[in-house]
Nanobody
């Protein structure tokens, strides 16, 4: 079955950096786009970054463009999110998932446990 294991979150001061990792299994990783989503308290989960299965095409939400970088290692079934110049409004639980890149929606209903990112002022 599908498993998604996110890691790398933590507490960081504004302006700092974190690198999130997500190891996925249950689907042929190299055949799928992957996305990073985040959910802040009291808000809906939203897509912040996506990477096509080819590893070249990427998408970023306006709120993170220029600060976050998504990448993938198909040999390790892992997708990464490098987050720089973090802001307090980046505070959220971050999740990864397989993604339908054409419509930017997750594939299936399964979600991992996520990783908490907290940015202090």
């Amino acid at each position: 079955q599908v498993q998604l294991v996110e890691s790398g979150g933590g507490l960081v001061q504004a302006g700092g950096s974190l690198r999130l990792s997500c190891t996925a299994s249950g689907r042929t990783f190299s055949n799928y786009a992957m996305g990073w989503f985040r959910q802040a308290p009291g808000k809906e989960r939203v897509l912040v970054a996506a990477i096509h299965y080819n590893g070249r095409n990427t998408y970023y939400a306006d709120s993170v463009k220029g600060r976050f970088t998504i990448s993938r290692d198909n040999a390790k079934n892992t997708v990464y999110l490098q987050m720089n110049s973090l802001k307090p409004e980046d505070t959220a639980v971050y999740y990864c998932n397989y993604l339908n890149y054409g419509v930017m929606v997750p594939v299936g209903d399964y979600w991992g446990q996520g990783t908490q990112v907290t940015v202090s002022t």
